[in-house]
């Protein structure tokens, strides 16, 4: 479904991706564990537009897809929950479920609103407040809804349980397992590296912007150079 090739992506004269190739099949989870700093929103925001690489490639369904605007690649089907969640605080929880629809022009929109809300009825109780009002789980709840809303083939999950407290790590991972179940296809970064290997069918280590390895995800969790520099020993 998605194949990069090579891709290096430069900022000015700092080099954050080198060289990397991954590939993610129809129905997959893969997921990127990586430290701090390794490269893993780099690549997400390449793959969604917001970068360009220097070289390398990036197909989707078959398609070259770097160099087209970041609209047009919500329009092929990939959309991104940003790291941070990057919601609009200052808007409705409705108004900011509304803008992850904005491309489409079909008339299922209430109905996905209605889904969106059937998964996290925190969002439904929440729909008219302001989002600035949510609680760090419930603007993840909304961050990848708003992100569901645009109906992404591929969803691109960037350190969805950053900050979270366990027991919602718990629940937001278990969504990501369901939205997979319903067909959406999903590359997970996250430094959260246990949680990220157990949902995985197969993920890659990206080190200072290189990938150094890659397997399923029960291999990688008992991987011995994973369990030491990412699972605590
Ligand atoms: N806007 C930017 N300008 C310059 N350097 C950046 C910028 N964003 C990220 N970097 C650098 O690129 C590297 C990879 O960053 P990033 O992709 O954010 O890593 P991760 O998401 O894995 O923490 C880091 O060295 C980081 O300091
Ligand atoms: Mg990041």
Not at 95 to 120: Q, T, V
Not at 126 to 138: C, D, F, P, V
Not at 145 to 166: K, V
């Amino acid at each position: 479904m998605l194949s990069i090739s090579n891709l290096s992506v430069f900022y000015g004269a700092i080099q954050a991706l080198e060289d990397a190739s991954l590939t993610v099949e129809q129905g997959e989870i893969v997921s990127i564990i990586g430290s701090n700093g390794a490269g893993k929103s780099t690549l997400l925001r390449t793959i969604s537009g917001l970068l360009r690489p220097r070289k390398g490639s990036i197909e989707f369904e078959g398609e070259r897809i770097d160099g087209l605007t970041a609209d047009k690649i919500v329009a092929k089907g990939i959309s991104q929950s940003p790291e941070g969640r990057r919601i609009f605080t200052n808007m409705s929880v409705n108004e900011n479920l509304l803008i992850g629809a904005y491309l489409r022009h079909d008339g299922n929109i209430d109905s996905d609103m209605n889904a969106a809300m059937d998964r996290f009825p925190r969002l439904r109780e929440r729909i008219k407040q302001n989002a600035g009002t949510l609680s760090g789980g419930e603007q993840q709840m909304l961050a990848m809804s708003r992100a569901m809303m645009s109906r992404p083939r591929l969803l691109l999950l960037d350190e969805p349980s950053m900050g979270l407290a366990p027991n919602l790590v718990t629940e937001i991972f278990s969504i990501i397992t369901d939205l997979n179940k319903d067909g959406t296809t999903i590359l997970l970064v996250e430094q959260n590296a246990h949680r990220a290997l157990e949902i995985a069918n197969r993920a890659y280590v990206l080190e200072t912007g290189k990938i150094v390895l890659s397997d399923t995800g029960p291999a990688l969790l008992n991987n011995p150079k994973v369990k030491e520099a990412y699972l605590g020993g």
